[in-house]
């Protein structure tokens, strides 16, 4: 299976689909994703609170980056990772789940880091990192089948993963 990345730069309604699906929205913060959404669409670098002070800094192509993946013309999923790495979401198509996909999207990542995030600055202390829901049980068998490790438990509802190198 050969997946194609393609930079997520303007609305794409099966994403906005998937977002709205059950299994998404018990683990994804989707109006955190939103904001980050609207940022790239409409070319903001900040996403700002409501006395307008910036919460974050998002660069698009610098220190984030959203892709939809396709298998062949087929979109299959999408990832969202913010420079250094962690990949803040990732979001597989409901009849694409289960088929090792995710775990297909973790290894690119980890094998081509550089091919999809120029200059990632964790990648230099050798890690790629993911904070998980404690129960999102699919999503911590993903990113441990891609070679990721528990590193710290963040609370009691959350845990950090690492992937500590790049896979063979």
């Known amino acids: 299976m050969a997946l ?3 930079e997520y730069t303007e609305p794409n309604s099966m994403v906005e689909e998937w977002l709205k699906d059950a299994d998404v929205k018990k683990f994804v913060n989707i ?7 609207k940022a790239i669409i409409n070319g903001a670098n900040n996403i700002v609170d409501e ?3 910036v919460e ?5 192509g610098k220190n984030y980056f959203v892709y939809m993946i396709y298998d062949e013309s ?3 999923g999408i990832i969202e990772i913010y420079n250094p790495l962690c990949v803040c979401t990732i979001i597989i ?8 996909l995710g775990t297909a999207i973790l290894k690119d990542l980890i ?3 550089q091919k999809y995030i120029p200059n990632p600055t964790s990648f230099d202390l050798g890690y790629i990192g993911a904070v998980i829901d404690n129960d999102n049980i699919a999503s911590i068998k993903m990113f441990e089948k891609a070679g990721f490790e528990e590193k710290l438990i963040i609370d009691e509802k959350t845990k950090s993963y690492y992937c500590p190198k790049p896979l063979d």
């Open 74 to 76: 087929e979109l299959v």
């Open 93 to 100: 198509a409901p009849k694409h789940r289960n088929k090792g």
């Open 31 to 37: 109006d955190c994703f939103y904001d980050h959404y």
């Open 111 to 113: 094998k081509d880091t």
């Open 51 to 53: 006395n307008g002070n």
């Open 4 to 6: 194609i990345w393609k």
């Open 56 to 60: 974050l800094e998002y660069i698009q």
